[in-house]
């Protein structure tokens, strides 16, 4: 079997900055996979290459068997990843319910099916219902990330990446995103994390890399990662 | 005096309901590609020599003279936006606004090849009777002006505001990056606003041809640049500003023009607009926080 995703050598620059230095990594289906690092490691300049929004110099993206380095991102959606981008990125101007019912752009599904997509999203984020008619740019820092997971998830995702979703949330609404995270991820969804909040990230996940500077310095099974002293001591705070 | 103001208000309203349709074509290609497409205006000459065409060379019927017109300037506009601004997508501003200048020269020099310079006179394809209130007299032309200008931006409105094309074309303009990720084609997206803002601009060069009634290549210059005040005048980027502002414009300038003096009304036009951006630089309905134009 092949593996869901598989990354290889990848390196992506900014102009002349190279912020991407060979980094190699791979997803399993089923797991949750974290990337953790510290601010300006590269993680979201790897999700976004991986989507598509950036584009690689160098090296290998493969889906499911399938390249990635040329596909537009529009394609990339269709073909099962969906990403939550740092900072939430709603449609501020839209309603929560025309943000949910973009999600859905690509699938093609009856209505009847679509309709029960909603709900199932309104089942899972039930504070979203309550807002629906209300424009996405009102909704408070944890319900924009709910709208955000929910619209990812309304693309009908085989492969999730959500690129710090716990960024300036309460420690409660960090754990119930968790939660929702995981249950995510028991429903059959493969998840790919990238966290500042190392504890937290390795707490739910499967295994994990570490990224310094663009490069993955430490890699292996999260419950290993958790007891490493130098792990410990530089993002676990301890 | 009274029925005389009311003429004047009239008068005002068909013309700037015709700043109104082309403005609209302005703010929604701003709003999607974030740049001004100086070339528009053109959009409207080109509309006024296709009607030409079908009904003085082609001898094709009135309908489909239209119907062909909004065609051709729909794939004029799109051509336009493949060819020559794609390629500047993450071009400095200055780049892609010298290109768009560029486009409109070359447009209106494609024209003057064909056509020759000197002006060809052209017959209203509006052939209705006008109305009298009383003694308030109102042309065929204006009736039909405001019909197709109202029709038009309800149409537009709701294909906005309720289908699902009109739904990814605002998230497009809101974000990009995001909206690429719900699998929007943002290229396609950016196809289709130029496609109606031009099929827009046909309509708006059908109507101002039927009212002026001259044919050159530099025609569409003015209402275009008139329409781009418009569209700053309601906010840039804004769907009912532009509406608005196309409205507003076209008011003053009629009433300026009847009772304040001819020469100084395009000035008065122009004066409008800096208190307005003085006072509120977004513009009448514009959003808070925008970028220079
Ligand atoms: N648009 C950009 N232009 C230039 N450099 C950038 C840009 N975005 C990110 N960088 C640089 O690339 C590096 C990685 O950034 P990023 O991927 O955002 O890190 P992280 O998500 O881990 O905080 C940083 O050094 C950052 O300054
Ligand atoms: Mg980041």
Redesign the pocket.
Same mark, same amino acid.
């Given at each position: 079997m092949p593996h869901m995703l598989k990354i290889k050598n990848l390196n992506v620059y900014? $102009?002349h900055?190279h +912020?991407i230095k060979g980094i190699s990594l791979r997803v399993e289906e089923g797991e949750i996979v974290s990337l953790i690092?510290a601010? $300006? +490691?590269?993680?979201? %300049? %790897?999700m976004q290459t991986i989507s598509g929004l950036l584009r690689a110099k160098s090296g290998s993206i493969d889906f499911m068997g399938r390249n990635l380095m040329k596909t537009e991102p529009h394609k990339i959606v269709e073909l099962g990843i969906a990403q939550v981008l740092?900072g939430r990125r709603v449609f501020a101007n839209l309603t929560v319910k025309e943000n949910i019912q973009m999600g859905s752009y690509t699938v093609k599904d009856s209505l009847e099916g679509l309709r029960q997509a909603r709900k199932d999203i309104y089942d899972k984020f039930p504070r979203l219902r309550e807002r629906k008619e209300q424009l996405a740019g009102t909704l408070s820092g944890g319900e924009q990330q709910m709208l955000a997971m929910g619209r990812a998830l309304m693309t009908r995702p085989r492969l999730l990446i959500l690129d710090e979703p716990s960024m300036g949330l309460s420690p409660l609404l960090v754990k119930e995103i968790f939660e929702i995270i995981k249950e995510v991820n028991k429903s059959g969804v493969t998840v790919l994390l990238?966290e500042q909040n190392a504890k937290m990230a390795l707490s739910v996940s499967d295994r994990a890399y570490v990224?310094e500077t $663009?490069k993955i310095s430490i890699e292996g099974k999260a419950e290993e990662l958790m007891k490493n002293e130098s792990i410990k001591k530089a993002y676990l705070g301890a | 005096m009274l029925i005389s103001i009311l003429e004047q208000l009239i008068n005002g309203l068909r013309t700037g309901s015709i700043y109104a349709l082309i403005a609209l074509g302005y703010t929604m290609v701003y709003g999607i590609a974030k740049m001004i497409n100086f070339a528009h205006g053109d959009i409207i000459m080109v509309g006024a020599y296709t009607l030409y065409i079908g009904i003085a060379l082609l001898n094709l019927s009135i309908p489909i003279s239209i119907l062909l017109t909004v065609i051709v300037c729909s794939v004029v506009g799109v051509a336009v936006e493949k060819i020559a601004y794609k390629p500047l997508r993450n071009a400095p501003p200055l780049a892609v606004l010298i290109t768009a200048i560029g486009v409109s020269y070359f447009l209106q020099s494609v024209s003057l090849l064909i056509f020759k310079a000197t002006p060809i006179p052209f017959n209203s394809v509006i052939n209705l009777q006008s109305v009298k209130f009383g003694s308030l007299n109102i042309s065929g032309i204006t009736i039909v002006t405001l019909i197709v200008t109202t029709i038009s931006m309800i149409i537009l409105t709701l294909f906005i505001n309720k289908t699902k094309a009109g739904t990814a074309m605002r998230a497009v303009s809101e974000d990009k990056g995001a909206a690429q990720l719900v699998g929007i084609n943002v290229n396609k997206t950016i196809s289709m606003t130029f496609a109606i803002g031009s099929a827009l601009a046909a309509l708006a060069g059908i109507l101002y041809i039927c009212q002026y009634q001259t044919l050159k290549p530099t025609m569409g210059a003015l209402p275009g640049i008139k329409a781009f005040v418009a569209a700053v005048l309601g906010g840039i980027g804004s769907i009912p500003g532009a509406m608005l502002g196309g409205i507003v414009l076209g008011i003053i300038e009629s009433l300026s023009k009847a009772y304040i003096s001819t020469e100084l009304s395009d000035a008065i036009v122009f004066g409008v607009l800096v208190v307005v951006l003085l006072v509120k630089p977004s513009g009448i309905l514009g959003k808070k926080q925008n970028e220079k134009v």
């Open positions: 900014y $102009g900055i +912020a690092g601010n $300006g +490691a590269g993680k979201t %300049t %790897t740092e990238v990224l $663009g | -």
